[in-house]
């Protein structure tokens, strides 16, 4: 699997994600992944706001998300079925202001993934929307999914014999994270201006057709379940608390 970033122009509120794609790829692989930053998507839906204090920045991270609960550093907060820093608002890169995540960012990759396939004339192609996340006791970020098309994002092993012949009861592989956690590598963190990458080479299944909740887990089944069992339960009416 081979995963090339790709050095573009600094992407401006309002700029045109379609074309701006175009500017930068003159071609686009058969059986290949476009990952786009989650920041870019945002900043093409106009998904930007300015907080004047901490007051005001703390109203929008509660608006945006699920849960919301202060910690030493950031937000600690639950938005689109994710444990995320302060909804995923982000200040870095933003020109001064606030960049909050995509509206769907499932609906903008199919979105981007059609458009990209007429012009490009490719039938096999994914398209990736990433961030980045922290990971409890680990330093550093690495990137994650949050919104895919084209390919399947989950692999399931589950049913399959291992290499004693022992039935699989559990394994599966997160297939779209791990493609984001390779494709946020090489991209950056910090003034690199690559927003896009290509991935060419992954051993992914092409679809186009995909189920936004496979990557899911409800809280009942999740392993990390006793870790949340004392998040404050949302207010009953505006979904905050």
């Given at each position: 699997?081979?995963?090339?970033?790709?050095?573009?122009?600094?992407?401006?509120?309002?700029?045109?994600?379609f074309?701006?794609?175009?500017?930068?790829?003159?071609?686009?692989?058969e059986?290949?992944?476009?990952?786009?930053?989650?920041?870019?998507?945002?900043?093409?839906?106009?998904?930007?706001?300015?907080?004047?204090?901490?007051?005001?920045?703390?109203?929008?991270?509660?608006?945006?998300?699920?849960?919301?609960?202060?910690?030493?550093?950031?937000?600690?907060?639950?938005?689109?079925?994710?444990?995320m820093?302060?909804?995923?608002?982000?200040?870095?890169?933003?020109?001064?202001?606030?960049?909050?995540l995509p509206?769907?960012?499932?609906?903008?990759a199919r979105?981007?993934?059609?458009?990209?396939?007429?012009?490009?004339?490719?039938?096999?192609?994914?398209?990736?929307?990433?961030?980045?996340?922290?990971?409890?006791?680990?330093?550093?970020?690495?990137?994650?999914?949050?919104?895919?098309?084209?390919?399947?994002?989950?692999?399931?092993?589950?049913?399959?014999?291992?290499?004693?012949?022992?039935?699989?009861?559990?394994?599966?592989?997160?297939?779209?994270?791990?493609?984001?956690a390779?494709?946020?590598?090489?991209?950056?963190e910090?003034?690199?201006?690559q927003?896009?990458?290509?991935?060419?080479?992954?051993p992914i299944e092409?679809?186009?057709?995909?189920?936004?909740?496979?990557?899911?887990?409800?809280?009942?089944?999740?392993?990390?379940?006793?870790?949340?069992?004392?998040?404050?339960?949302?207010?009953?009416?505006?979904?905050?608390?």
């Open positions: 699997m081979n995963v090339h970033p790709i050095k573009t122009r600094i992407f401006r509120e309002g700029d045109d994600l074309m701006f794609v175009r500017d930068h790829l003159r071609k686009l692989p059986r290949s992944v476009l990952v786009v930053t989650s920041k870019i998507v945002a900043l093409s839906e106009r998904r930007t706001a300015v907080a004047g204090d901490d007051k005001a920045e703390e109203r929008l991270i509660r608006s945006e998300s699920d849960v919301a609960i202060p910690t030493k550093y950031v937000w600690l907060t639950i938005k689109d079925g994710m444990v820093a302060s909804a995923g608002i982000d200040k870095s890169n933003a020109d001064g202001k606030l960049v909050l509206k769907d960012s499932y609906k903008a979105l981007l993934r059609a458009k990209l396939r007429r012009a490009y004339k490719v039938t096999h192609l994914g398209v990736l929307l990433t961030d980045s996340r922290t990971v409890p006791f680990r330093a550093g970020v690495t990137g994650v999914s949050l919104g895919y098309a084209g390919f399947r994002g989950v692999r399931d092993y589950r049913g399959q014999p291992d290499l004693f012949g022992r039935t699989l009861t559990f394994s599966r592989t997160d297939i779209a994270d791990g493609l984001a390779a494709a946020v590598l090489v991209m950056g910090g003034d690199e201006r927003p896009l990458a290509l991935v060419t080479g992954a092409f679809c186009d057709r995909i189920r936004r909740e496979e990557l899911h887990i409800d809280i009942e089944d999740d392993m990390y379940r006793p870790l949340f069992l004392k998040l404050p339960r949302k207010r009953r009416g505006d979904g905050k608390i």
